[in-house]
């Protein structure tokens, strides 16, 4: 494969597992916010904030996370013939399995696009009684998908290195 590509993979790999191992704290994060829900609904006034963040951090932690996700090979996979298949044969079918996710992250991606700019320019928030601006979570599901995509174009450049007989390490 060309040196280009390596560094490619090598870059998208390094990038996605930072942001990802420094994603998983966020479920600290969203448990604090729990926890102090909990607390201030037992002993002072409810807070009208804290679920609605708590969605907020919990959709934070699996965007950005899945990218990292998708690196590690963690996301289920229904395993009827695919454990039996040859290495070779299993990089092969992955490149075409991951060409239908990228097509399904290029539309998701023109729609987080969309999405945010309309929360951008209208200043669109949510229809809670708190109302919080929409666009940085958005934002933040815009960036996730972008990773997801980058690191599937990375997996696809491994699995075609794989199946022509030139992995990747």
């Known amino acids: ?37 909990s607390i201030s609904k037992a002993w002072l006034l409810p807070s009208l904030w804290t679920l609605e963040m708590a969605q907020f951090v919990m959709a934070a932690y699996y965007l950005l996370g899945g990218a990292y996700s998708l690196q590690l090979d963690s996301h289920v996979r229904m395993d009827l013939l695919y454990g039996r298949w040859t290495l070779r044969t299993r990089a092969m079918v992955d490149a075409v399995t991951i060409i239908m996710l990228l097509v399904y992250l290029a539309f998701l991606l023109y729609g987080g696009i969309s999405s945010t700019a309309y929360a951008l320019k209208y200043g669109e928030t949510s229809y809670s009684a708190w109302a919080p601006y929409m666009a940085p979570i958005k934002i933040i599901m815009t960036i996730g998908i972008v990773l997801t995509f980058l690191q599937a174009t990375s997996i696809f450049i491994k699995d075609l290195a794989h199946a022509v007989g030139r992995p990747i390490a």
């Open 1 to 37: 494969m060309p040196e280009y590509l390596k560094t490619y993979v090598r870059v998208v790999d390094g990038f996605n597992r930072r942001v990802g191992r420094a994603t998983m704290y966020l479920i600290f994060a969203m448990m604090g916010i729990l926890l102090y829900s």
